[in-house]
């Protein structure tokens, strides 16, 4: 299994910023998974390519979420937005099997990807039941952007052997980090304590940008391997019915 997924998890971006990445993955034809905080008008815009990207969930099951006071509120009010959603990553990796069994027992959600393996070979699906006869698969994820800003020497170029080896690899962005270009987290950490996000425009984040190699030079760079065809390019979807088919 040599499969690369790009996933974009929004968290709460304003739409100024999701605008400019989707339209980035429109020109280059380029699909990604999205897992969804919120709605908005760029959100809703994300339906009208089927073809190219695909919606998830992104639910905050921590104690100060602002969007339930508790995980079923949360899971129904997230499905509004994404309706048979089948896919799910929670915010900040909350995790637990009584979460895990809620969301696939009671939402019929089939697919978790909320189990960071950065840095891990030979990555594989697997699947757990934490409710009697019904299996949700889980799809580990081989790198995140605010992950790898925090290693003491980030791999921020797509050419780098370690993203070659063998396993499943799904990337997940930030669109903040992918606008900001974030080299480390210093710049990011700067511009929360000056600007209000995430009510900022795309204008007054110009001068937090970062200028060398960073979170948005690889997010374009691996768009442009995907482009060209140099790796093979699919949403979860797409892997899913891959390996159904390798059964």
């Known amino acids: 299994m040599d499969d690369f997924i790009?996933?974009?998890?929004?968290?709460?971006?304003?739409?100024?910023?999701?605008?400019?990445?989707?339209?980035?993955?429109i020109k280059a034809k380029v699909k990604a998974t999205w897992f969804i905080t919120n709605d908005s008008q760029e959100v809703q815009r994300l339906k009208n390519y089927p073809n190219l990207f695909e919606l998830g969930l992104h639910p905050n099951f921590s104690e100060e979420s602002t969007q339930g006071s508790e995980p079923r509120e949360i899971m129904k009010s997230l499905l509004k937005v994404v309706p048979n959603a089948k896919f799910l990553r929670s915010h900040s990796l909350v995790q637990s099997s009584s979460l895990l069994k809620i969301?696939?027992?009671?939402?019929?959600?089939?697919?978790?990807?909320?189990?960071?393996m950065p840095h891990t070979t030979d990555l594989r699906p697997h699947q757990v039941f934490f409710s009697k006869n019904?299996?949700?698969?889980?799809?580990?994820?081989?790198?995140?952007?605010?992950?790898?800003l925090n290693r003491p020497t980030p791999i921020l170029t797509i050419k780098h052997p370690y993203y070659h080896q063998p396993g499943l690899k799904i990337f997940n962005f930030h669109p903040i980090h992918?606008?900001?270009?974030?080299?480390?987290l210093d710049n990011y950490e700067k511009m929360k304590a000056d600007v209000n996000?995430?009510?900022?425009?795309?204008?007054?984040l110009n001068s937090y940008v970062f200028e060398g190699r960073g979170i948005g030079?690889?997010?374009?760079?691996?768009?442009?391997?995907?482009?060209k065809g140099k790796l093979f390019n699919q949403t979860m979807s797409g892997l899913v019915v891959k390996l159904e088919k390798e059964k």
């Open 217 to 227: 030079t690889f997010f374009q760079e691996l768009v442009e391997e995907f482009s």
């Open 134 to 148: 019904k299996g949700l698969i889980r799809l580990p994820y081989f790198w995140e952007d605010d992950e790898e």
């Open 6 to 25: 790009i996933t974009i998890d929004t968290d709460w971006a304003p739409d100024e910023i999701i605008s400019q990445i989707v339209d980035e993955l």
């Open 178 to 184: 992918i606008v900001l270009n974030s080299g480390s």
């Open 103 to 116: 969301i696939r027992e009671e939402f019929n959600i089939l697919y978790d990807v909320s189990l960071l």
């Open 197 to 204: 996000y995430p009510k900022v425009s795309l204008r007054e």
